[in-house]
């Protein structure tokens, strides 16, 4: 079953992992979590969710505001343009015609 | 060790007669195969009839309209120590019976995941074979090491029969059964086992239609899945590192895929580029360890099938996680002649 749609940060993680126990010759795991720990891994496991989706959100942070402050970014566009401008006047005219009917 | 197959069947004309035979061509045999009709009104129960003498046939009294309740009917049945779960237009390898009695001679284990393969058809069911190659040569794999399979899948799945009733059970309260059958088993703490060269082949939707209702599927199965055991998620320091890792990684870069070249179409277009690149080495790793060299072409349709999962997968968070929608109905795609 798929999960999630893209190739990224999570295949790398796997990768490495695959290469890990590859190199240190280290079968699959043959133990079982522990109830008594339960408190313990509860509260360790909060903070990874935590870490985790934090590193996600500002990488994907970062890439937002790359787009958004590179030279070819659309709002950047917009504002080299000679639309802006041009919108702003006839804005301005029309305001000022409605104003003089009125 | 007494193995049973318990394998849920509705209108499947098409395909169950390939199902049954791979079940009684194994090198190991079954000591028990159920095939629980779901009240099929083709010539579903025809063909199982045929077979008669070799497989136990049990119908439901009505329709019961998804799988996990026509699985709940037949588990009366059941009478092996080892149950075999997988569908009706799956074909099992020669050797699945043979290779998961293997993996339960580990004592510890309680379940183990076996490998899917696509049955080859057009460009759709390729791209789902390098899906499959993926997420089990390089998730799973990585996964068995770790200790935390992530998803039992439905199409190959194994269970001691008494851990299964005691632990499983079927709640119906999710469209993706196997995924609510593994978070019952890590939430119990038993161990779940993947053993790749337990191998069946299944039947993938053929055409774009059937392909989003089966991604929606999953995907709006994952988000109820992970609502319902989201208390168990943090008991364990690897799942919650596996699921918060998979869930953030795929419902920010969803959001990516449209924002970015919305806010600078050039950057878009890099990272567009980027992915098919790195699609192609893995799609080429893909054709080399599959033997399919077609798949080596699955970067160029997925340049599309990315927008289109993203767009699920939002389109699923938003239904299920936040207007709380539960979706129920169960999804059957149109079958092909395997």
């Known amino acids: 079953m798929i999960i999630v749609p893209f ?20 079968g699959p795991s043959n133990k079982r979590q522990q109830n008594r720990y339960l ?30 402050t590179d030279k070819h970014s659309t709002w950047g566009f917009i504002e080299n343009s000679k639309i802006l401008p041009v919108l702003a006047n006839d804005l301005y005219s029309a305001t000022i015609r409605v ?4 | 060790m007494k193995i049973s197959a318990l394998i849920p069947c509705y209108n499947e004309e098409k395909n169950v007669e390939a199902s049954v035979l791979s079940c009684l061509n194994q090198t190991k045999k079954f000591n028990q195969i159920i095939f629980v009709n779901d ?19 049990v119908k439901t009294p009505k329709n019961t309209g998804n799988k996990s309740s026509a699985q709940e009917y037949g588990l009366q049945f059941v009478t092996g120590n080892i149950m075999i779960t997988t569908d009706a237009d799956t074909v099992l390898d020669k050797n699945f019976v043979s290779e998961i009695t293997k993996s339960f001679k580990n004592r510890k284990v309680v379940a183990v995941a076996g490998s899917v393969q696509s049955i080859a058809y057009n460009w759709l069911t390729l791209c789902r074979a390098y899906d499959y190659t993926i997420g089990q040569r390089i998730h799973k794999t990585a996964q068995n090491y770790i200790n935390y399979i992530f998803v039992m899948p439905g199409a190959a799945s194994a269970f001691r029969t008494l851990a ?37 082949y299944t039947q993938d939707p053929a055409d774009l239609k059937n392909y989003i209702n089966q991604m929606r599927r999953w995907f709006g199965g994952g988000w109820q899945n992970l609502l319902k055991h989201y208390g168990v998620v943090p008991s364990n320091p690897i799942q919650a590192f596996e699921l918060a890792l ?26 567009l580029f980027y992915y098919f690149l790195i699609e192609l080495i893995f799609a080429t790793w893909a054709a080399i360890k599959e033997r399919r060299p077609k798949i080596i072409l699955v970067p160029f349709p997925y340049l599309i099938l990315i927008f289109i999962n993203a767009y699920i997968y939002l389109e699923q968070f938003v239904i299920e996680i936040i ?11 149109e079958r092909i002649d395997l």
Do not use: C
């Open chain 2, 39 to 57: 009240s099929s009104t083709d010539r579903t129960p025809e063909i199982l009839a045929k077979y008669a003498d070799q497989i136990t046939v």
């Open chain 1, 7 to 26: 190739i990224g940060l999570s295949i790398l993680i796997h990768i490495l992992i695959i290469i890990f126990y590859s190199t240190f010759h280290m």
């Open chain 2, 164 to 200: 299964f009733k005691r632990y499983v059970t079927f709640d119906h309260d999710t469209i993706t059964e196997d995924l609510d059958f593994t978070y019952k088993l890590h939430d119990r703490h038993l161990k779940i086992i993947y053993n790749p060269r337990a191998i069946s």
């Open chain 2, 323 to 333: 207007l709380k929608r539960k979706n129920l109905i169960w999804f059957k795609p």
């Open chain 1, 39 to 68: 408190m313990f891994n509860k509260f360790f496991g909060s903070i990874i969710i935590i870490f985790v989706f934090s590193f996600v959100l500002i990488s994907a942070t970062s890439l937002i505001r790359l787009s958004v």
């Open chain 2, 246 to 271: 998979s869930y953030s990684e795929g419902l920010i870069f969803s959001v990516l895929v449209f924002l970015i070249p919305i806010l600078n179409p050039w950057i878009g277009l890099w990272l």
């Open chain 1, 99 to 102: 104003d003089r009917a009125s």
